[in-house]
C-alpha cells in the first residue's frame, strides 16, 4: 500500500503491541461500543454477540504482533469478528439445523430496537438484505461487510485479507450483482403474489 | 463518444449504505470488557509459566507422581475411617473468579474436531481444579 490509514490509537496500539495489556484495554473500551453493534447486526442474539466479541479480543491479543498498520485496527479487528463468526455459524450450522430460523427470530426482535423510523418497510426491507447477506458465499460476504459496514476503502480490504486490489473489486463486483439478483428475484416473487 | 454507463449495482450499494448506517452502536459493556481482560490476563500468566513448563520433563514427572500416589494407596491400612477434610471438599467447587472458555469457544473447538476440544476442556480442567489442589494429596472416602 502506497499510504498507511490514519490512526487515531497510534500511542496505544504501539503500546499494546509491545505486550501491554493495559493499553489493549483501553483500546478495546474505544472500539468494543462499535464491535458490539456491528456482531449484534449480524448474529442477532446478544449473548451470541458477547461471546463473538469476546473471542475477537482474545484473538486479536494473540494475533496482535502479527498487525502491521497497513489498514486500520478496527477493520483489522472487523476481519477477525467476521472470520470468527464464520466458524461459528460452521458448526451451527452442520449441528444445529434450526439456527438459521432461530437467527432469523432473533433478527426480528432485534429490528424494532435498531430502527427508531417510523416506516416498518425500511425495516422489513433492512432484514431482507441481511438475510441475503447470509446467503453471500463467505469470500463475498467478507468484503461487502468491511466495505460498507466497516467503512473501509478497497486498498484497507486488500490489505487486511491479504488479497489484491483487483481480487478486492472483483469479489466486490460479484457479490453486488448476486444481491441485486436475488433481490430482483425477491421483487418478482411479490409481484406474482399481489 | 459513449455515454457510460449507468452502474446497476448502484441501488445495492445505496440499500447497503443504508443499512450500514442503521447499525445502533450500543453502549460500552463493561462486564464482558473485564470478563474478557480476566481472560487475557489468565491468559499472559499461563504464557509466562509456559517456559518453565517447556523445560521440565512434565511427562516423566506426572508419570512419577502417578506412580508414587498409587503405592501410598495400595499402603495405607484400609481399617481407618477416611474422611474428606473440609478444605479439601472447599477445593472442588469452582472458584467465582476462575475465568474459562464462553460457550462460543466450545463451539469453535468443536468445529474444529475432537481434538481442540478436549484440549480446552483440559486448559479449564486445570484452572478450575489445579493439581496443587488438596484433593489430590489425600484419598478419597
Given at each position: 500500500m502506497s499510504s498507511t490509514p490514519t490512526e487515531p490509537h497510534d500511542?496505544?496500539?504501539?503500546l499494546a503491541r509491545g505486550g501491554d495489556l493495559a493499553a489493549f484495554s483501553q483500546l478495546m473500551e474505544e472500539l468494543q461500543p462499535r464491535l458490539l453493534g456491528q456482531a449484534l447486526a449480524f448474529c442477532g442474539d446478544s449473548h451470541r454477540a458477547q461471546d463473538l466479541v469476546q473471542e475477537t479480543m482474545i484473538a486479536a491479543w494473540k494475533s496482535l504482533p502479527r498487525f502491521d498498520g497497513s489498514c486500520r485496527f478496527f477493520t483489522w479487528l472487523y476481519v477477525?469478528?467476521?472470520r470468527q463468526h464464520q466458524r461459528a455459524l460452521g458448526w451451527f450450522a452442520?449441528?444445529?439445523?434450526?439456527?438459521t430460523?432461530?437467527?432469523?427470530?432473533a433478527?426480528?426482535?432485534?429490528e424494532p430496537a435498531t430502527a427508531g423510523e417510523p416506516q416498518a418497510g425500511g425495516a422489513a426491507e433492512a432484514e431482507l438484505l441481511r438475510a441475503m447477506l447470509t446467503a453471500l458465499p463467505p469470500r463475498h460476504r467478507e468484503v461487502v461487510r468491511l466495505r460498507f459496514y466497516a467503512d473501509a476503502s478497497e486498498a484497507e480490504i486488500a490489505a487486511a485479507l491479504g488479497i489484491s486490489s483487483g481480487t478486492v473489486k472483483s469479489r466486490l463486483h460479484h457479490a453486488l450483482t448476486k444481491l441485486r439478483r436475488m433481490k430482483e428475484k425477491v421483487n418478482r416473487l411479490r409481484g406474482a403474489a399481489h | 463518444m459513449s455515454t457510460p454507463t449507468p452502474d446497476e449495482n448502484q441501488p445495492m450499494r445505496d440499500a447497503l449504505?443504508?443499512?450500514?448506517?442503521?447499525v445502533p452502536e450500543p453502549a460500552f459493556d463493561a462486564t464482558l470488557h473485564y470478563a474478557t481482560m480476566r481472560r487475557l490476563r489468565a491468559l499472559a500468566e499461563a504464557k509466562s509459566a509456559t517456559p518453565w513448563l517447556r523445560r521440565a520433563p512434565v511427562l516423566a514427572g506426572t508419570a512419577i507422581i502417578l506412580v508414587l500416589g498409587a503405592l501410598v494407596f495400595v499402603r495405607q491400612p484400609p481399617s481407618a475411617p477416611r474422611t474428606t477434610p473440609?478444605?479439601?471438599?472447599?477445593?472442588?467447587?469452582?472458584?467465582?473468579?476462575?475465568?474459562?472458555?464462553?460457550l462460543l469457544a466450545y463451539q469453535v473447538a468443536a468445529n474444529d474436531g475432537d481434538t481442540a476440544l478436549f484440549a480446552l476442556l483440559d486448559r479449564d480442567a486445570t484452572t478450575l481444579l489445579p493439581a496443587s489442589s488438596p484433593l489430590f494429596n489425600t484419598t478419597l472416602p
Open positions: 500511542a496505544l496500539l504501539a477477525i469478528l467476521l452442520r449441528r444445529l439445523p434450526l439456527a430460523l432461530e437467527q432469523q427470530a433478527a426480528k426482535q432485534f | 449504505q443504508r443499512d450500514a448506517a442503521r473440609p478444605e479439601v471438599i472447599a477445593s472442588l467447587a469452582p472458584p467465582a473468579a476462575a475465568p474459562r472458555a464462553s
